[in-house]
């Protein structure tokens, strides 16, 4: 099995100009002047339109957050296509930080892709299901078309609409579909009569604005509040991305004046009758075992959007049933990163399904410290779980989103709370987490792990009943204390800091840099326990991937004991993980 060379994921904020609105750089390799003219979705294009879609998402998150009245009145519309366009970003800083170590940079095909891919397996909510699927259907036109085609976008926006369409059970006009529906129309129209992407997505975004401001009139509920669909209203600003990454124009914004849909009070029923249960997970399943699950989840229950294609789906649905909806996701194939939210609870008490099941309705009581670590295998998943900490489980190539964090520093249901990325491409994603933790008045403390190894180092020393300023400090000191190394292997040619790398080759990574190109596991491995070993220490830790034999483990262990009688062993099984073996030395 080859494992992918670990890469950096996440976006740093776009820097802010007059406004309130993202300062307009020109795109990697362009001019000032030549960002003005029009341009076509190359790969540069499809990552900057992700940034600038997440920071436009990050301004109106509350907004559209508070104008959420369909289908379910629960306020989550806009955190939930932010998390979605995230993962997105992710995703394709992913493919970017690939091509980093040499000359190339990414095919605009691998970009869509990985923009689809990303939004696919971070979906969140009704709308955040439905917008993954619209990226789906842009990429699937995109990425065969040629690159550079001007011609290709409009009839990827119409893609996009019909499959999102495709994917609602029961389609409702007056929603983020008719918004999308409307920009595809006003988009194959543009291209009619003016050349260049530029035009087309200046048109496309008219379009949804106008459709926009039309969804009161088609939903009553919407009328009644006196606001436009919030699915509608985040797409809008995903399409005004598209405009400013291809022209370098931010489009006017969308007036605030309707008046806010007030929260129902705490215990009321938000979904009016409706069912009690938002499910939502991913499934791998083939194609004629989803269709049968759409026939028996829409006979379960409503809001049933199932999105995605070749082998991977995101589902979703609404029902008072949440187990026989789990239940009917296995018989189709295998679910997994599951969520359940009672609509009547309040948003932290969103639950995945690893979470402990109880039929106690009184409130727990709040502890005074918790850990709260993120972890890249079941293996230490268990472990850290042992030991007293809450885990987020990385899986290979979905990293966690910020809110993933914070729900589990809600789950951790503590005072204060030391949170451990154990990740260093998770930095911005685990301070936004803290940010938003610390707004809803819990103590939080970042210690910028960037391993695994160094978690476990941290989590060894802590002592909840210590004060939380020492506390930290010990946990900070172990981490620091702790170098990091892991064995990868390498999927293509590159530039390195050891020299050039071919596919196939193992590479020994230490703290980040590749120190080490060797042939074999076992012998690259060896070879970077002795630079570590070299300055010193007197703890290995040895975090072993499900695939790899427990021979390796018992040979690093014969070769640190022969060579260094001073240090200790210790190994663990790390389950799925993103790569084969990781070291730490303390």
Not at 205 to 215: I, S
Not at 255 to 273: D, L, N
Not at 414 to 422: D, F, K, S
Not at 540 to 551: F, K, Q, R
Request: aromatic residues 4%; contains cysteine; hydrophobic residues 45%.
């Amino acid at each position: 099995m080859a494992f992918p060379v670990p890469v950096p994921r996440g976006c740093p904020p776009a820097p802010s100009g007059p406004g309130g609105y993202p300062a307009c750089s020109p795109l990697p390799g362009r001019s000032k002047e030549d960002h003005q003219v029009p341009q076509t979705l190359d790969a540069a294009a499809v990552r900057s339109w992700c940034s600038l879609a997440l920071e436009a998402l990050g301004r109106e998150r509350e907004e559209i957050d508070a104008i959420n009245v369909y289908p379910v009145a629960d306020g989550d519309t806009g955190t939930n296509l932010y998390l979605t366009v995230e993962s997105a970003v992710q995703a394709v800083e992913a493919v970017f930080a690939a091509h980093e170590t040499g000359a190339s940079v990414p095919a605009p095909a691998d970009a869509v892709r990985a923009m689809a891919h990303g939004a696919l397996i971070g979906a969140r909510g009704n709308s955040g299901t439905i917008l993954a699927q619209l990226l789906r259907g842009m990429a699937e036109v995109l990425a065969a078309r040629a690159p550079g085609d001007a011609d290709a976008l409009a009839p990827a926006l119409r893609r996009a609409a019909e499959l999102a369409r495709e994917a609602v059970a029961h389609p409702v006009e007056g929603t983020i579909l008719t918004v999308a529906a409307a920009a595809a129309d006003a988009a194959l129209a543009a291209e009619r009569t003016a050349a260049g992407g530029a035009a087309v997505a200046r048109a496309a975004y008219a379009g949804a604005r106008a459709a926009l401001d039309a969804t009161p009139g088609q939903l009553a509920v919407l009328r009644r509040a006196g606001v436009v669909d919030a699915g509608g209203r985040g797409l809008l600003a995903v399409l005004g991305a598209l405009v400013q990454s291809l022209t370098g124009e931010t489009p006017a914004a969308f007036p605030t004046g309707h008046r806010r849909y007030e929260e129902p009070a705490a215990g009321s029923r938000a979904t009016a009758g409706g069912p009690a249960f938002e499910v939502i997970y991913l499934l791998e399943a083939d194609d004629s075992a989803v269709a049968r699950l759409r026939d028996r989840l829409d006979g379960l229950g409503d809001s049933l959007v199932v999105v995605g294609g070749d082998g991977l789906w995101n589902v979703h649905v609404h029902v008072d049933d949440a187990g026989a909806a789990v239940e009917a996701g296995v018989e189709a194939g295998r679910p997994y990163r599951i969520r359940i939210t009672h609509f009547d609870a309040p948003a932290a008490a969103s639950t995945s399904a690893s979470a402990d099941a109880s039929t106690d309705e009184r409130p727990r009581e709040q502890v005074q410290r918790a850990v709260v670590a993120v972890v890249p295998g079941e293996g230490l998943a268990g472990l850290c779980a042992e030991a007293g900490a809450t885990t987020v489980l990385a899986r290979p190539g979905e990293p966690p989103a910020s809110g993933e964090l914070v729900e589990a520093i809600r789950r951790a249901h503590a005072r204060e709370v030391v949170l451990l990325p154990n990740d260093a491409t998770l930095r911005h994603t685990a301070a936004a987490a803290a940010e938003q933790a610390r707004s809803e008045g819990v103590r939080v403390a970042l210690i910028p792990t960037r391993a695994a190894v160094q978690g476990i180092a941290a989590l060894a020393v802590h002592q909840p009943d210590r004060r939380f300023d020492e506390d930290v400090v010990a946990m900070t000191s172990a981490a620091g204390a702790t170098r990091y190394a892991e064995l990868a292997v390498a999927e293509r040619q590159s530039w390195t800091m050891a020299g050039i790398c071919q596919a196939g080759d193992v590479l020994g990574l230490i703290d980040g840099d590749v120190a080490v190109i060797g042939a074999d596991l076992a012998a690259t491995a060896e070879a970077v326990l002795a630079r570590m070993l070299a300055a010193g220490g007197e703890l290995v830790t040895l975090v072993v991937g499900e695939d790899v034999p427990d021979t390796l483990a018992e040979r690093l262990e014969i070769y640190v004991r022969d060579g260094h009688l001073a240090v200790d062993t210790m190994v663990y099984r790390g389950g799925r993980q993103s790569v084969p073996l990781l070291i730490g030395v303390e």
